[in-house]
């Protein structure tokens, strides 16, 4: 059983929509959370981390954590091309809070 | 966000040779840094965490003895993958984490072994 679940996509949404992405997680006692963005050869980037139920919102990206579901999301607001990429969730363990466990990524396209 | 370096970005080596990767936090200390690697179109695969100051603790299935991780100092891991074959190109990744359990990435290195 995965611990980190993700919709893999592709998810295709015109530009200046709202992408919502949406990621489960199986380990109730994880305390952080994560989202990253990869684009195509390169390396994930950090945009948004969140550690207590409800919204955190940077700019055009809005986290959203509800612990009791094990259910964490990303909304994308005012989608623009350059936020085609892969998302990334991320979770830490109750074994160990430094490492992460990553979902298997969510494929964003944003149709100009 | 914190600022993570990885040197080389590129290596193309022979069968058999060995390269030496490394992975440095710049604007911040980083007792635990990790290793992933990663194949086209799949997910990252966590190959080891390093500990400056101790041992590397491998993932199942990673052989220590091929993928040497030292962590010198609280900004420097180093990955050698020892004596690399064909099989072992890949894009090899480092991470470094804050006090925040916050893992930042460093850019990566691609690696192909002819």
């Known amino acids: 059983q995965k611990e980190v679940e993700q919709n893999s996509g592709p998810l295709s949404v015109p530009e200046g929509a709202i992408a919502s992405l949406n990621c489960t997680y199986s380990?109730?006692?994880?305390?952080?959370f994560f989202w990253y963005r990869q684009y195509s050869g390169k390396s994930p980037e950090l945009i948004m981390s969140i550690y207590s139920n409800g919204d955190k919102e940077d700019g055009r990206f809005t986290a959203q954590l509800n612990k009791a579901s094990q259910y964490v999301s990303l909304l994308i607001r005012d989608s623009q091309p350059s936020d085609s990429a892969t998302y990334l969730c991320a979770v830490s363990g109750t074994s160990s809070a430094r490492q992460l466990t990553f979902g298997s990524g969510t494929q964003l396209t944003v149709l100009p | 966000g914190a600022v993570v370096s990885q040197h080389p970005s590129r290596v193309i080596c022979k069968s058999g040779t060995s390269v030496k990767i490394e992975c440095r936090s710049l604007d911040f200390q980083a007792t635990t840094m990790f290793w992933y690697r990663q194949f086209p179109k799949k997910s990252l695969m966590l190959m080891a965490t390093?500990?400056?100051?101790?041992?590397?603790?491998?993932e199942q299935g990673v052989e220590k003895d091929k993928f040497l991780i030292n962590h010198a100092s609280l900004t420097l891991s180093t990955l050698t993958v020892t004596s690399a074959h064909p099989e072992d190109s890949s894009f090899y990744i480092c991470?470094?984490?804050?006090?925040?359990?916050?893992?930042?990435f460093g850019p990566g290195t691609r690696l192909t072994v002819l």
């Open positions: 991470s470094a984490t804050t006090n925040y359990n916050e893992q930042f």
């Open positions: 380990d109730r006692g994880s305390q952080s």
């Open positions: 390093s500990n400056e100051g101790s041992k590397a603790t491998y």
